[in-house]
T-cell receptor
């Protein structure tokens, strides 16, 4: 049973560019959350998608946006990249928002902004 | 969001038990206590969760204080593969959840 798949695994972008990261949730999961993890820090919540809608949002600017597709996969878009956006971006899936189940995380996308 | 407090780092000898503490003094009645661990270059991995009673699974045990303001993750016999950052988080049982991770506890296992 495949877990959470994220692509690409690594990415280098130039300041000011735009980037799209992709996530396929674990089979059977319908909720996707995105996290940003800077070096030496814990994951910081960006937003959560359920039924193709953003349900919760963390303290991130509007440059960070997302989308969830009918097959539950999700994209994270970041516009006007800043050097400070360099981080590991993690996708986590779970079964049905509002229920208490554990998250399954992907291995992340390492984004470097130069 | 309720917050948790953990020691930044801990050490354990291989094959000895490890007790990782977590304080969550502002926990609400509907918050579940979850533990995750993160190995280098990987995403966090679910370990265990509980509400009020102690819980056991193949990976670890979770001991929850009677007042629920603290909990302890117990690894019964630490191995080198258990060296990781361990996160204690709170998740409400209802609604859409904005889960907050702290810095976690970096566990070093000494051979």
């Amino acid at each position: 049973d495949a877990g959470v798949t994220q692509s690409p695994t690594h990415l280098i972008k130039t300041r000011g560019q735009q980037v799209t990261l992709r996530c396929s949730p674990k089979s059977g999961h319908d909720t996707v959350s995105w996290y940003q993890q800077a070096l030496g820090q814990g994951p910081q919540f960006i937003f959560q998608y359920y039924e193709e809608e953003e349900r919760q949002r963390g303290n991130f600017p509007d440059r960070f946006s997302g989308h969830q597709f009918p097959n539950y996969s999700s994209e994270l878009n970041v516009n006007a990249l800043l050097l400070g956006d360099s981080a590991l971006y993690l996708c986590a899936s779970s079964l049905t928002a509002g229920q208490n189940y554990g998250y399954t995380f992907g291995s992340g996308t390492r984004l470097t902004v130069v | 969001d309720a917050k948790t407090t953990q020691p930044n780092s801990m050490e354990s000898n291989e094959e000895e038990p490890v007790h990782l503490p977590c304080n969550h003094s502002t926990i609400s009645g509907t918050d579940y206590i979850h533990w995750y661990r993160q190995l280098p270059s990987q995403g966090p991995e679910y370990v265990i969760h509980g509400l009020t009673s102690n819980v056991n699974n193949r990976m670890a045990s979770l001991a929850i204080a009677e007042d629920r303001k603290s909990s302890t993750l117990i690894l019964h016999r630490a191995t080198l593969r258990d060296a990781a950052v361990y996160y204690c988080i709170l998740r409400d049982s209802g609604g859409y959840q904005k889960v907050t991770f702290g810095i976690g506890t970096k566990l070093q296992v000494i051979p």
